[in-house]
């Protein structure tokens, strides 16, 4: 098992600019999850998804598209980069179960310029 | 306005003693709390949690702490080992999807 594998793992965007990251889970997992992490704020839900072809927004969801076509996948799309998406984002998933606890992916580390 | 807050941003303790870890809510709708350990370059991991209706969860070295009226739990490790170093967050899950809000985290040392 891979667990939560997230592609790319560091990406540098000039502003304006699109990119799509992927996030992939072997687990078999109903619900998936996209954070950004910055300094001194913690981990803040930007989409979340809780079965294929469904998506929700989180806390800070302006700037960023997601998509479900697959139980495994779920995309985080940025159609035009700001300075003020520069962040590590983290991918995670967990079963639909109340008693479980979400497992996360290595990290995407995004500069944009 | 944070729901979740960990005051202390940063934590030095000496190998073999006892670290606490604090965190802060707000909300008292919260079900269930988590903590979760991070190393640099590399995703959260989770450590331990505890139901809002219990008080005290232990695993091995890490012992949680509710305490409901002040809206405060803390994480204890004993003892405290160089390789327990890593930024802690705590977690509470707010309403269905598992959905997990964070706080800011400790980065914690234990020092030789």
């Known amino acids: 098992n891979a667990g939560v594998t997230q592609t790319p793992k560091f990406r540098v965007l000039k502003t304006g600019q699109s990119m799509t990251l992927l996030c992939a889970q072997d687990?078999?997992?109903?619900?998936m999850y996209w954070y950004r992490q910055d300094p001194g704020m913690g981990l803040r839900l930007i989409h979340y998804s809780v079965g294929e072809g469904t998506t929700a927004k989180g806390e800070v969801p302006d700037g960023y598209n997601v998509s479900r076509l697959k139980k495994q996948n779920f995309l985080l799309g940025l159609e035009s980069a700001a300075p003020s998406q520069t962040s590590v984002y983290f991918c995670?998933?967990?079963?639909?179960?109340?008693?479980?606890?979400?497992?996360f992916g290595p990290g995407t580390r995004l500069l944009v310029l | 306005d944070q729901q979740v807050k960990q005051n202390s941003p940063s934590l030095s303790v000496q190998e073999g003693r006892i670290s606490i870890l604090n965190c802060d809510y707000t909300?008292?709708?919260?079900?269930?709390f988590l903590w979760y350990k991070k190393y640099p370059a590399e995703g959260p991991t989770f450590l331990i949690s505890?139901?809002?209706?219990?008080d005290k969860n232990e695993d091995g070295r890490f012992t949680v702490f509710l305490n409901k009226s002040a809206k405060h739990l803390s994480l204890h490790i004993v003892p405290s080992q160089p390789g327990d170093s890593a930024v802690y967050f705590c977690?509470?899950?707010?309403?269905?999807?598992?959905?997990?809000?964070f706080g800011a985290g400790t980065r914690l040392a234990v020092h030789p």
């Open positions: 505890i139901s809002s209706i219990k």
């Open positions: 687990m078999n997992h109903e619900y």
């Open positions: 909300n008292s709708m919260f079900d269930y």
């Open positions: 995670a998933s967990t079963p639909a179960d109340y008693r479980e606890t979400q497992y």
């Open positions: 977690a509470a899950r707010e309403g269905g999807y598992n959905k997990l809000i």
